[in-house]
């Protein structure tokens, strides 16, 4: 749980300090004001990346030659301090006074989701953005899930840059055997995962949107045949595109809606709505498990949402134990949430309203 965050040169952000409720914190302030920035350089300690770009120079202050964010993490019976700095293109981490080599060991402590404006786009885009919002969520219950996962890329890089220098057959074959066994386990954690998850994602979703609603979970490869068969039917194919077109790296979800495709059945705001019940649902999840809070981000609700589906994301936030940081550019936005603490922001400048 964050007790506080400290931010320098993000976006329009010179510096800032936000002493965080554990419960839920307000944030109003105009459009580009630096709502959605705080948020963003937030989700980017606890992910490693921002949810708006995939460009890191793109989030440094007109001028600045890198960007910083600290947060005090209460773990357990104690409070590490977490950091990040961002300075021609490398970005360092450091937990609890020591560096380490990745975001992922702040990530571990700090789970973070957000709800945007942009959130609909998990069902109208590709399969990436679902992939890994549901990688978010085996990461923080399955210990094992992260290593495999980092087995199976560094062979399926192996195997793609074996495609690419024309090698043969054989020569491309050679990495399958770790992706088989590295990618087997990847899809055996995922599929115990979201078979978990369902039932939490089928209960908000009726109560967000009305109607059936679910998710399928596809693999990455053909029903019916081993990961193994899969690499070689598709070995000839592969070298012809010079890249990998079956595995764990190509599992997706899809969501159904009375037994219809979301994305081409619902509008954009159930579309919003749907989605956020995902992220729910995983939040949701956890708390039936036992494990810490976690943090959970809306950017704006009210965007795009007429005031009876407002009304239900709300009420759904309401019931999920979770730590909440909340954006709105007026006051009335954040009616119902129980706010206990709140910031005024104007030009990415934060002043403390209660």
Known sequence: MLSRVDIENFRCIESATLELSPRATGIVGSNGSGKTSVLEAIYFLGHGRSFRTSQRERLLRTGARDFRVVARIAVAERTLV????????TTRVHLAGQPVSSLAEIAGILPIQVIDPGVHRLIEEGSSRRRRLMDWGVFHVEPDFLRSWRRYQRALQ???AALRALQGPADVATWEGELIAS???????????????EPHFQRLAASMIGGQARFTYRRGWPGGVSLGDAYADARPRDLRLRTSSVGPHRADLGFI??????????????QKMLASAFVLAQLSLRAAEGAPPACLMLDDPAAEL???NLGKLLRAVAEIPAQLIVTSVQERGLEGLAIERMFHVKQGRFTPMV
């Open 82 to 89: 977490a950091g990040m700095e961002y300075a021609a293109g």
């Open 158 to 160: 192996q195997r793609n």
């Open 183 to 197: 990618g087997e386990i990847v899809d055996r954690l995922r599929r115990t995962y979201v078979e978990r998850l």
């Open 257 to 270: 809606v009375d037994d219809d495709s979301a994305r081409d059945r619902v509008s954009r705001g159930q």
């Open 306 to 308: 007429d005031v009876d």
